[in-house]
């Protein structure tokens, strides 16, 4: 069953930008938390930004803030993964996620896409 379909991943040189997109089902109008998780090759997954719609609340991973920025669009259709600055260490297969509420850990969202791979190059 496809709920949450990730796209825009590409290969890129360092220093440049990319634009993740996650297209999300309208059985997912309900939930309110939404978030963006990487994992590079090795390495376990980690959690990149979040929001809460009910909450207005927006985190993001410390050493990310200022280059990446998450957002959806008002009709809750797509979210969105805008990523500037992009270095080596950003090359990871991303995912997004949905839950009724945020969870205390990441890995807890209950709905999951297949994900979408990001290369930097330098």
């Known amino acids: 069953q496809v709920r949450l379909v990730e796209s825009g991943g590409d290969s890129v040189q360092a220093g440049g930008f990319l634009r993740l997109s996650c297209a999300a089902s309208k059985i997912l109008d309900w939930a309110n938390c939404w978030g963006w998780f990487r994992q590079a090759p090795g390495k376990e997954r980690e959690e990149v930004a979040r929001?809460?719609?009910?909450?207005?609340?927006?985190r993001y991973a410390a050493s990310l803030k200022g280059r990446f920025t998450i957002s959806q669009d008002n009709a809750k259709d797509t979210l969105y993964l805008q990523m500037n600055s992009l270095k080596p260490e950003d090359t990871a297969m991303y995912y997004c996620?949905?839950?009724?509420?945020?969870?205390?850990?990441?890995?807890?969202?209950?709905?999951w896409g297949q994900g979408t791979q990001v290369t930097v190059s330098s």
């Open positions: 929001f809460y719609i009910s909450g207005g609340a927006i």
């Open positions: 996620a949905a839950d009724w509420r945020c969870p205390t850990r990441g890995l807890d969202f209950t709905y």
